[in-house]
Each structure stands twice: as C-alpha cells, then as structure tokens.
C-alpha cells in the first residue's frame, strides 16, 4: 500500500520532468498515468500493493474537484457580466459534443466484436 | 467567540475538515434524493463552501491554503488512471483506431461549437478565448488559454462547469441515442466532462472510468494542438 502510493507519486514527478524537459503541452500527472500504464504492461499485471491505493483515490475523485470548484468564485464579477452567453454556449456546445463523440464511437464500433456489453467488471 | 473563529480559521486544518465533511454530506444528501445529477455532491459542496466562505468572510488563498492538501491528491489520482486502463487494455486495444478517430472528432467539435455559439451571442473576445479549450482537463485549460489569449483562471472555472453541464446532459442523451456500452459512455464523458465525467463514470462502472481517463488524456493532447491553429484560421 505505502510502496504502492510512494510508487503514484515517482510515476508523478517523473512525468512532470519528462514535461519540462521536453516543453510537452500536456500536465505531468497525465505524463505519469502513461509511464504507469507502459510499467503495468511490462510487468504483466496489477500488483495488489499498487491496486489498493490506485482504487482508493480513484473511489473518491470527486472530491479532489472540490478546491478547485470553490475557485469560481474569484470569477463572480466576470461570470456575472456575461452569464447567459457562457452558460448557453457551454450548454450547446457540450450536448453537441456528447452526440459527435458517442454517434462517431458507436458507428465505428459497431461491427467489432467486444463480447459483453457494459459488463459491471 | 470572533477570537474562537479567527484561531481555527488560521489553520489548514479546518478547510480540510470543512471540505470533506461537505462533500460527505452533500454525497449522502445526493443518494437520499435518488442520485440526481442536479444535485451533484460537487457542485452542491462547492456551493456551500463559496456560501461559507462568504459568510465568514475568508478569501480564497486562505482556503485554498488547507484544501490544497485535498487538491494535490488530483496528481497522484490521474496517475492511478493507468490501472482501470491497464485492466480493460484489451477492449482499448480493440477499440484503438475507432477511439481516436471519435477523440479527433469531438475534440473539434467541443472547440469550434463554443467559439460559434459565443461569437454568435456576441461574447467578448476576452471570453471566447476563455471559452475555447473549455472540454480540456483545467490544467492543460490555463496553458491553452494563456497561448491564445484568454484568462487562465477564467479558463480553469469554465471547465469545471462544463464538466458538470456534462454530468447532467450526458445521461438523458445516451438514453435517447441507444448508447448501452460502457465504454462508449465512459469516452464520451471523458472528453467532453474531463474529470468531472471521470469521475462521473466510474459511478457506471470501472470499465466506463477507465475509457473516461484515456478520453481525458487524449484529448488535452489533441486540444492542446488543434485550438490554437483553429483560433488562428478563424482569425481571433
């Protein structure tokens, strides 16, 4: 367990260095996920000391969105100024981009064959 | 009494507690009401900690200075996305050239409809370019913002929303397009919720989480490219 978390947050750093050395436009932590994940096909599987703190955290992701959320409130004055604009472009654009992204996957998945679908795995 | 407040609110402590006791209340307010994604356990706590915040007149360094303890498990959390992805890599592996094709996709598609919409309503230049990277994960989201000409902070806040607007209007649509596979819900929420649909789909199930998180991070990949070359096409 101790290992495993020592283990997410190496995978971490590594991938913010990784990063800043080669200016890559993408955060450190995603940067990590996929050293991670090259790590776990090396190894061939998910090491119990790794799954448990990975499954934790990963149980309670909601909440780690909480600090951030409470920021918007450093924006009051600005969202006040132009609300119903921000509100109903991110409303059309986001039930757009729903049914571009799921309409595109389903099409072009429909003829392979995954076995069960939605299996509660 | 004002002597008792200022001494516990000095401590970092005492955001931490706020934060989680919030959040364990407004979860278990959201199960009593039967799970409804209006009342998402984020955005209600989000709400009363603003609320809170307000009443006892705290700044938001102040807070921020307990609950980034709690914000920095973000890190470590999207790292441990490799494990629910490495437990359905197979299906990923299946599914690779269709993924990134839908990733492709929706990715224009999430940038370019804003920027219309906006420009349609007649936002200023200053919130459209705000608006635009606004599908990505919020950190990607500053960087985006800040290479276009937006407001960083802006940026990160129109995210969040946008990942709760995710929240609420995904579900209604699946069930009005036939989508029954968790994967395809999972990618879906991934890119167009970042990791408000993330964590939103690992509610359906681990396989639906592990389809978000790569959705998540492919798309800040691909957003990171397209949108500044769209907004420079469009001539913003």
Known sequence: ?121 | MSSFWVYFAAKPLWWIIVTIATFLFTSWLNRRVGGTPLLHPVLVALSLIIVLLQLTGTDYNTYFEGAQFIHFLLGPATVALAVPLYDHFERVKKMLLPLLIACSCGAVTAALSVIAVAWLLGASEATLLSLAPKSVTSPIAIGIAEKIGGYPSLAAGLVLITGAIGCLVAPPLFRWLKIEDDAVKGFTLGLSAHGFGTAFAFEFSTLAGAFAGLAMGLTGLLTAFIVPVLVRLLGL
């Open chain 1, 1 to 121: 367990m101790l290992a495993g978390l020592l283990l997410l947050l190496v995978c971490q750093l590594l991938g913010e260095w990784i990063v800043l050395a080669a200016g890559l436009p993408v955060p450190g932590p995603v940067m990590g996920m996929v050293l991670l994940l090259a790590g776990l096909i090396a190894h061939g599987k998910v090491p119990a000391t790794i799954r448990t703190p990975a499954e934790g955290l990963l149980r309670h992701l909601a909440l780690l969105f909480v600090p951030a959320g409470v920021g918007l409130m450093v924006h009051a004055e600005l969202i006040a100024a132009e609300w119903l604009v921000i509100l109903t472009s991110l409303v059309v654009s986001t039930v757009v981009t729903v049914l571009v992204t799921a309409l595109v996957l389903k099409r072009l998945t429909r003829n392979l064959d995954l076995g069960a679908r939605g299996d509660k795995s």
